[in-house]
């Protein structure tokens, strides 16, 4: 279970990968009537939908809407009050935090989490640790450890080589968006979850998150939380519009444009 | 009663345990024993004395711990100084009652004067951290330390009963039977009447300290800060106000234990840290924050310690230690604490 | 706490040796030397009663300076191991005591108690921040209770007396000068051990479960398994501290690991500082000090020599208040105002 998803770089261990992939067939992501209550308020209420592997979905909505919370379900910040949640066909709902990433799971923070105190290096270090053996090994590792060098072409893969030994605390805000990146990459990620990457960047740095996720290799898929519809609708091949923590359309990209509901919810109805 | 119909529906097996416990224990107190049960169990008045000093104990442990669990409920404040204020008040209260030879004289003095202090503590040193979880608990540990010298080098190492007054000194019958006579009559339990008092006091106390926690504005302002500050700061209430007097009543509320520890039993040092250590393990048992959470706590502990020491006096402390644990292991929040 | 993995090749010995500032080595020298110009009492009561305190409080560093959890029973783990040695090894009590050689007694000890110290790990990282100290505390607390009731295993209220190092290798462990050398090298070891630690993949995991443990969780760390890990790892020292400790006193009673004696770790620790390895050893050798000489220290300032507690406890208040990161904070901010040297005209300023 665990020892399936060896490290490695992105896409480095694609057979690894798609060896789980034909295991398990059917959807990569699977949520089933997943309700998150905070007292008696429904952050998320009866929230079905699924993902097939490699597919990537944008989640759009309000502020408010429950995209995070959504989330924090899928990845085991907090168990979910109802509902079923499903990984490569395997019933995770109530998995603590660390066995859905083993299992190839990855997520990025809207307000970044990282360790302000370490720096790059050491940053994705941890990440790539945390899916390997080792995590409690009292030896230092040496240069040659192939997970320094992992965590190197990951650094390299985020352009942050430059920044590879600097505090993570005196990033900008830009490069500290990137590092999110790099450490949901790290090991054998088989399904990631990107909160809003695009917020607060610059029109360049924008460009290059476009890149970064492009350039992911097709057995990997992803859900983006994203606000600009224009990277949502760049870098995703479907969509699912959520409205007060519900599921509220779910189509391509230019279904969705087009939608006249959504246009007047969600748009405004000052687009196209 | 929501909560507790929530809770049969919920557990059902607990349910049936705990009822089977209860009844259980009011045959063991009400009926007169057959002989083989004394074989097993040794004299029924010996049984009986056992559950009343635990209740009663725990009657104390509840008056040291609810100004605790009160404080720690609103402010995060592990207030690990509560057990000198305990003793503080013991020895204020005793000597209240030396000079005046009032014994109810010294409730209100030695709520006033600790209080104050509480008041004082609140206002010159913890507003001044907040936020600071461990540094607050860590300050507390000093003050401790500093009090514990002080009290030390001001009354000394000996050891101070309170004297009860009179009309609460002696025994008492109570309608409890204890055991037959050869020739058929019942025989009565009798009690030492100061106890019972006390235990009375405690119950009047805790349900005043509920009543007021759920029905009054105070007490509304305070339970929504216990569950979320925020609310607390936003409905416009000066939050410091209402910190300054729950500080202030928890530590009243500690001296007054005091007083009736020194009458209960006695008041020397150590006392500091042994009823600090037991308002740690009730409310660690109870649940954090909870004024009903640190009586049920206090009854358990109490009931745990006294039938310890009848039945297995070397182990009575594991008892306390072991019920401890099993919370923590199965239920980490306490028993009625809120799921964090 | 920026702690960068190695880039370049090895450092190798020399190199590294090269690397230790020269303070660093004055004060190994001046501690290597110090039974030439020490007397004995000094050696014995203060230097060797450091290292051991230095020790104990050194493992309650690692939880709460790496894992960010603050233990109040290593002291309660310390004691247990003295508990073992006397148990097993002899003792005064020889009704009890088994008798066993060094090398079964010795390693069983630092075992067990380090089971033990597991233990209450796993117990206390259910909850979190000031519960860590309320459970521990009151754990130290039932440790202290039960040996103080239970005769048969812990001989109660007396506990055991003459417990004294075996002799090895011909020399009397308890004698000043052997006895400071033993102690040196245990401080000195496990000094070290912590220092590499910190930069070991499990030291690196344990300061990212401090800092941000959800996002630990998100990168497939077990945080509860590195924190109780961090209890293991922090008992051995505190139990190999534990036997010194009772050797240097021949006895272990209930009272080793009383409540006074639980805080007074802390109060080591936090004076001396909790963010790096060698302010236990700091603040283990003021409170050294300070407990020896306080009589006189007293009697000087006009009171009774009975009052060292309330100097502990004001100092203690005093650090908590005003310098929480302890006497090498307090270092690190003479340094930092050297070094940015005041504007004179602005004056020092905060």
Redesign the interface.
Known sequence: MVALTRPATIGADRSAAERLGSVTTGNALELRGVTKLFGALAAISDVTMSVRPGERRAVLGSNGAGKTTLFNCVTGDFLPTSGTIRLFGEDISNFPAHERIRRGLRRTYQISLLFGGMSVADNVYLACLGVSRGRFSLLRPRPSDPIIGRADELIEAVHLTRVRDTLVSSLSYGQQRQLEIALALAGAPRFILFDEPAAGLSPTERAELIDILTGLPDHIGYIIIEHDMDVALRVAESVTMMHNGRVFKEGTPEEIENDEEVQQLYLGGGHG | MGTLQNFSTRHPIWTVIILVLVVGLAWLVFAPWPPGLEQVLGRKRIFLNAILSGITLGALYFLVASGFTLVFGLMRNVNLAHGSLYLLGGYIGFGVVESTGYWLLAFPVVFVVVGVLGLLLQHQVFRRMEGEELRQTLVTIGLSIVLADLMLWYWGGQSYQVYSPDWLSGPMELPIISSLRSNGDPVYLTYPRVRLAILFAAIVIGLAMWYALNRSRLGMLIRAGVDDRDILAASGVHIQYVFLAVFGFGAGMAGIAGIVGGTFQSLSPGEDTRFLLASLVVVIVGGMGSIPGAAIGALIIGLAEQIGLVYAPTYSVVFTFLIMAVVLAFRPQGLLGAQR | ??????????GRLTTALERIPAPVWVIAFLLLLMPAFANNFVLYQIFGWSFILGMIALSLMVLAGYGGM?SLAQMTVAALAGYVVAILGTSGVPQISLGWPWWIHIPLAILIATLFGTLVGA?AV??E???T???T???A??FF??TR????IFNGYTGFNNVIPPALFGVEWRQPVPFYYLTLGCATLSYLAVV??A???????L??VR??P??????????T??RI?AYT?ASVIAAVGGILLVWQSAQVVPGTAG?PQV?DI??VA?VGGLRRPIGPFIGALIYAVLSVFSSDILHAFGMSG??F??V???G??AF??FS?DGVLGLWEKYKARRAASPDPLLGGGR
């Open positions: 706490m920026a702690q960068a993995l190695p880039t370049t090749a090895p603050v117990l259910r909850t921040g000031i519960y100290i309320m459970i505390l009151a754990i607390a039932a209770y039960f009731q239970n005769y048969v590499w630690m930069r070991t993949p499990f030291g690196l995991a300061q990212g800092d941000n959800r996002r630990m969780g998100a990168l497939g760390f077990h945080v398994a590195h890990f790892f409540i805080i802390l109060v936090v009975e009052r507690k309330l502990i406890g004001l203690f208040l908590v208040l929480p």
